[in-house]
């Protein structure tokens, strides 16, 4: 079924979910483990399987649509991008669950940060897309969300992903107001990953990629999910 923005206020909805996510604060997918599942995977293994091949992306993979799995055309793209938005929002409410950054104000201040930021993707994206919306899957994040340095790795490998995923995806959206917020919250993620890269220190780079950030079509982003066994379903 083809996406209209006449089915729905897109920005009268994504405005209103962001606010009432964000609240008083307004503060604006890995290689198999033989332990745990793939769960317990170190900060290292995670960054690794997360962020290959993101510089060799070929022409061909960038423009691919999403797989079918999420559905066809705009419709299709923002379940995919909220199927991500699922896993880093629920990432980041697990490790404040957990209290991973207990004794580090730094690291607390980015993990609220980004919990706000992502549950209020979420809820954006949901609102869009209202019954169409894709059921949010089972997660199982293991000791990236009970170990500090895991967590942190975790995070770096993640947002840069999240980047390359939105980036992936921008010719392939036809409604501008989707266009929009798409490229809105790939900023943000952008920002998440330059902060958490400066809090990490020299050994990460700010920009992963240098001055552009090139993109990933959805098959490499759904096969470097896969690996992590964060969403089991996925195999």
């Known amino acids: 079924m083809a996406f209209t923005l006449e089915e729905v ?31 317990a ?4 293994a995670i960054l690794s399987a997360l962020t290959a091949g993101t ?19 705009d419709v299709g793209i923002l379940n995919y991008a909220l199927t991500l938005e699922y896993l880093e929002a629920t990432f980041y409410a697990e490790a404040a669950k957990h209290n991973v950054a207990k004794g580090d104000a730094r690291l607390h201040h980015f993990l609220s940060t980004a919990k706000v930021d992502e549950a209020a993707h979420v809820k954006a994206i949901k609102s869009v897309l209202k ?5 949010k899957p089972k997660f199982d994040f293991g000791k990236a969300v009970t170990d500090k340095d895991t967590f942190a790795a975790t995070a770096y490998a993640v947002e840069n992903l999240g980047v390359h995923a939105y980036h992936g995806q921008l010719t392939n959206i036809k409604e501008t107001a989707v266009l929009i917020y798409a490229a809105e919250i790939a900023t943000v993620e952008g920002r998440h990953a330059g902060a958490i890269a400066e809090y990490l220190g020299s050994k990460y780079k700010i920009a992963e990629n240098g001055p552009f ?8 982003v759904i096969a470097a999910v896969k690996k992590t066994h964060f969403i089991p379903a996925l195999g």
């Open 9 to 39: 206020d897109v920005d009268g909805a994504v405005r209103e979910a962001a606010e009432e996510a964000a609240g008083d604060t307004r503060l604006s997918f890995l290689r198999k483990s033989a332990v745990a599942g793939g769960a």
């Open 41 to 44: 995977l170190s900060g290292g």
């Open 55 to 73: 510089a060799m992306a070929s022409s061909k993979d960038r423009q691919r649509p999403p797989a079918s799995m999420f559905g066809k055309g």
């Open 131 to 135: 019954s169409k919306a894709a059921p």
């Open 213 to 220: 950030d090139g993109p990933l079509g959805a098959g490499q």
